[in-house]
C-alpha cells in the first residue's frame, strides 16, 4: 500500500501562510488530491490532481508537487480554515489517506 | 445541487450484520463510480470500497474483503454497502462518495452515517 505521511499539527497567525505538506511512500504521479474537513462535518474537496483547485474553492488555496512530495497552500489564511486537511492518493489501489494535519490558528 | 444522503446505521453486536444506503440526486448517477469511505472516532479518513458506473467491478480494501459488499441500484440512483460479520474495529461514521473522471477524486461526500460495533 502506498502510506501518505503528513504533519500532525500546525499553528499560524491570520493573515499568514500555511504550507501542509504530503510524502507518498512510492510514485503517486498527479494522483494526489485535498480535502478539508472542518469538525462534525464530511470532506470536502480543494484540490485535485495535484495542482487543480476545484470549482468553488477560493483561490488563497493552491496545491503543488508531482512524484512523492506534495504540498497544499493557503495564503492568506484565515479564521474558517481551521480543520484538518488530508492528503488522498488514487495512483494505486487501496486508495490511501495521509493520517490528516490540523491547522490551529496561533 | 449534488446531494449525497446515507441512511441506515446504528448499534450492532459484533458478529452481526447491517446494511447503508446513499440516495444520490443532483447528477445522473449511472454515470459515476461512486465509493465508501470510513472514519473511526477521533481518527482519519479510511478507504473501504469502490464500485464503478455500471456495477460490473467493484474494489475493497483488504480487511473488509469477504464480509462487506458494494452494489448499486441505478434505475433507483442509491448505492449500498452490506455490512457482513462486523466487528468492533468496523465503528466508524461511513461516508458515500462520488469520484470524478480517471482520477477517481471524490468530489462530493455525504455527510455520513454511522454505525457502533459492540455488545
Known amino acids: 500500500d502506498t502510506v501518505l505521511t503528513q504533519s500532525p499539527a500546525l499553528a499560524v497567525s491570520l493573515g499568514q501562510r500555511v504550507t501542509i505538506s504530503c510524502r507518498a511512500s512510492?510514485?503517486?504521479?498527479?494522483?494526489m488530491h485535498w480535502y478539508q474537513q472542518k469538525s462534525g462535518q464530511q470532506p470536502k474537496l480543494l484540490i485535485y490532481s495535484a495542482s487543480n483547485l476545484e470549482s468553488g474553492v477560493p483561490s488563497r488555496f493552491s496545491g503543488s508537487g508531482s512524484g512523492t512530495d506534495f504540498t497544499l497552500t493557503i495564503d492568506p489564511v484565515e479564521a474558517d480554515d481551521i480543520a484538518n486537511y488530508y492528503c488522498q492518493q488514487s495512483n494505486e489501489l487501496p486508495f490511501t489517506f495521509g493520517s490528516g494535519t490540523k491547522l490551529e490558528i496561533k | 445541487e449534488v446531494q449525497l444522503v446515507e441512511s441506515g446505521g446504528g448499534l450492532v453486536q459484533p458478529g452481526r450484520s447491517l446494511k447503508f444506503s446513499c440516495a444520490a440526486s443532483?447528477?445522473?448517477?449511472?454515470?459515476?463510480?461512486m465509493a465508501w469511505v470510513r472514519q473511526a472516532p477521533k481518527k482519519g479518513l479510511e478507504w473501504v470500497a469502490t464500485?464503478?458506473?455500471?456495477?460490473?467491478?467493484?474494489y475493497y480494501r483488504d480487511s473488509v474483503k469477504g464480509r462487506f459488499t458494494i452494489s448499486r441500484d441505478n434505475a433507483k440512483s442509491t448505492l449500498y454497502l452490506q455490512m457482513d460479520s462486523l466487528r468492533s474495529e468496523d465503528t466508524a461514521t461511513y461516508y458515500c462518495?462520488?469520484?470524478?473522471?480517471?482520477?477517481?477524486?471524490?468530489?462530493?461526500w455525504g455527510q455520513g452515517a454511522s454505525v457502533t460495533v459492540s455488545s
Open positions: 462518495a462520488r469520484h470524478r473522471g480517471i482520477s477517481y477524486v471524490m468530489d462530493a
Open positions: 464500485i464503478i458506473y455500471d456495477g460490473s467491478s467493484t
Open positions: 512510492k510514485s503517486v504521479s498527479t494522483y
Open positions: 443532483g447528477f445522473t448517477f449511472s454515470d459515476y463510480a
